[in-house]
């Protein structure tokens, strides 16, 4: 019998409570780690300048707004996570392939607003049900 490879773990996204309060700063770090993207990368989706990152991961805590957007993106590489069968591999690749259905952007690149994001969110639900894009 064959045996799975092991299953990523979902990433912990933060509650309304926390996003209110300022999210821990480390979720960037997991971001950025799980995605294997540079700081560049991230700051671009997440819409944080790079010296305010460094300087949140310092503090250890974000703003309300910066929790909102890093929480965004962690939805989004969870769902996209729970479609490829929590194969992490898969799901990297598939949020940083170009993608028709999003006029040619990547998933990650599409993330960089909410609306962005729910439109890569809708063609994941459309995927997983078999609904044609």
């Keep these: 019998m064959e045996e799975r490879a092991a299953q990523a773990e979902r ?12 999210a821990s700063a480390s979720i960037l770090s ?18 944080i300048p790079r ?7 310092k503090q250890g805590r974000l703003t309300r707004h910066e ?3 890093a929480a965004r993106l962690a939805r989004v590489y969870n769902a996209a996570l729970e479609f ?11 949020l940083k392939h170009g993608n ?3 006029a040619g952007e990547t998933p ?16 994941l639900h459309r995927l997983a049900h078999g609904i044609p894009l």
Excluded: N
Aim: charged share 30%; no cysteine; net charge negative.
């Design 11 to 22: 990433l912990s996204v933060p509650d309304l409570k926390e996003i209110r309060g300022g």
């Design 30 to 47: 997991e971001l950025k780690r799980l995605l294997s993207i540079s700081d560049l990368e991230l700051v671009a989706v997440v819409g």
């Design 108 to 123: 990650l690149e599409h993330s960089d607003t909410e609306v962005g994001a729910e439109e890569v969110l809708t063609v």
């Design 84 to 94: 490829f069968d929590y194969s992490h591999e898969s799901a990297v690749r598939w």
């Design 100 to 102: 028709p259905a999003l």
């Design 67 to 69: 929790s909102d957007r």
């Design 51 to 57: 010296q305010t990152m460094l300087r949140r991961l």
